[in-house]
């Protein structure tokens, strides 16, 4: 348990990491005022943190845009360089950054640690594509001509960031826009700014140069998106969060034709066919729904079970989310935190009341956990119905719906049946069923026999309205790249 900064810098093998400053041009700075970071387990203020303005965040942006001309005369191979020292800093100090998460976010330490894992991976991964930005030279289309195209970092990329994944969701911009050669400014969520600052800390210790990381924390996000957005030293908007707020950053973008990347909102499907091997789709249901208590945008939204297995699946499913440990992230044994707000319980509440009342039945929880926090009990409904809230909105907590189906082709169509297109899943043995199935969902990624999709090494995106672009693999540097055509006469 944890009640102010005093406590939470004892709990640190190196309390320095607990930086509450703004990272700008390589200086640690204060804003004109702070904003509070509260412990989500039990409401407390744990830190308070440099609050920056539009201006002092302007002066982020014109430190980043005068190191970024020097940042991209660096070899792939000495930006590689700096790069690894960071990732082995970040896992050196796994254990402190992890409490540091769990501190603010709440995700179960085992979880936070996994997250530094996960993110430095990200930084680790682009180190290496650093030295791999390859051009081409196609042959000439006159006797005198020759075509080479190279690829040069695009300049200063923007970032704005969200709450859930407050390390790997940085370090999944951060890696690919530093090895392309760009510099970085980045504002973390007000909820979790204190690992985005924790990076700072350790760019600073791994030799990345003055300017090319920043860090500006903020109480008001939207001055910071506009400045992000007006600013024509800002060449790359990268967001991660809500369709909503996605929306509203990419007109604000249009004026200047920023390139943008966005990983938005979703609502996964997660289907069981009769074919499935139960006891690994209920293991697979609960990675997936649970993982950061649902918090997540590739989390299971709806969970469709085909009719001849719905009840053994419910059944097996409740026993399994029954015994899971709901307390302190902190705390030793811990597999559900709290949710990040009491505004998050109000949406779990909202989804519940909704489908009682279209006929949806509470076969476990239902109600919140009786302690200090937000915290929530996990929750399991049968009887959802496409009408029901969950079905076209993400719930973004411990909520599995059950919907039971009869066919493929239903199944399929309900799965569809939405605005987004990020993350969908199934469980089926039979061959042809895998291959038909994955190929119909409408989604940019599709887990198969697998309730755990996410990694440096792959594409990570969505289609529709699930957002623009990938992040991750090494498709996910072309983002922070542009391409120059170079028509040589000889
Ligand atoms: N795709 C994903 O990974 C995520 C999806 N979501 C979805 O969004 C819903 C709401 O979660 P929430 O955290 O409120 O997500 P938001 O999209 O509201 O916030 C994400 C980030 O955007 C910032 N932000 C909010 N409004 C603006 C704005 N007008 N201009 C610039 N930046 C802005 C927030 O800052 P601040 O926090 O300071 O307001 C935060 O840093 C969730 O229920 C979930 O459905 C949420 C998080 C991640
Ligand atoms: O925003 C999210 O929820 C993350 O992108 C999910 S993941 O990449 O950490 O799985």
Known sequence: MLDDTTDLKSRLKDPSLLETRAYVNGEWIDGEKTFDVTNPARGDVIAQVADLSREQVAQAIDAAYAAQKDWAKYTGKERAAIMRKWFDLMMENQDDLGTIMTAEQGKPLAEAKGEIAYGASFIEFFGEEAKRIYGEIIPGHGRDKRIHVIKQPIGVAASITPWNFPTAMITRKAGPALAAGCAFVGRPASETPLSAIALGVLAERAGIPAGVFNVVPSSSSSDVGKEFCENPK?????????????????????????????????????????????????????????????????????IYVQAGVYDQFAEKLAKRVSEMKVGDGLEEG????????????????????????????????????????????????????????????????????????????DVIAMANDTIFGLASYFYARDLSRVYKVAEALEYGIVGVN????????????????????REGSHHGIEDYLEMKYVCLTV
């Open 234 to 302: 800002v060449r790359k908007l990268t967001f991660t969060g809500s369709t909503e707020v996605g929306r509203i950053l990419l007109k604000q973008a249009a004026d200047q034709v920023m390139k943008c990347s966005m990983e938005l909102g979703g609502n996964a499907p997660f289907i069981v066919f009769d074919d499935a091997d139960i006891d690994a789709a209920v293991e697979g249901a609960i990675l997936c729904k649970f993982r950061n208590n649902g918090q997540t945008c590739v989390c299971a939204n709806r």
């Open 450 to 469: 697998t309730g755990i999709i996410s990694t440096e090494l792959a594409p990570f995106g969505g289609v529709k309205q699930s957002g623009l672009g």
């Open 334 to 409: 811990t597999e559900l935190g709290p949710l990040i707000t009491d505004k998050a319980v109000e949406k779990v509440e909202a989804h519940i009341a909704d489908a009682k009342s279209k006929g949806a039945k509470i076969i476990l929880g239902g109600e919140k956990q009786q302690m200090k926090g937000s915290f929530f009990r996990p929750t399991i409904v049968t009887g959802a119905t496409q009408d029901m809230a969950f079905a076209t909105e993400e719930t973004f907590g411990p909520l599995a719906p059950l919907f039971r189906f009869e066919d493929e082709d």
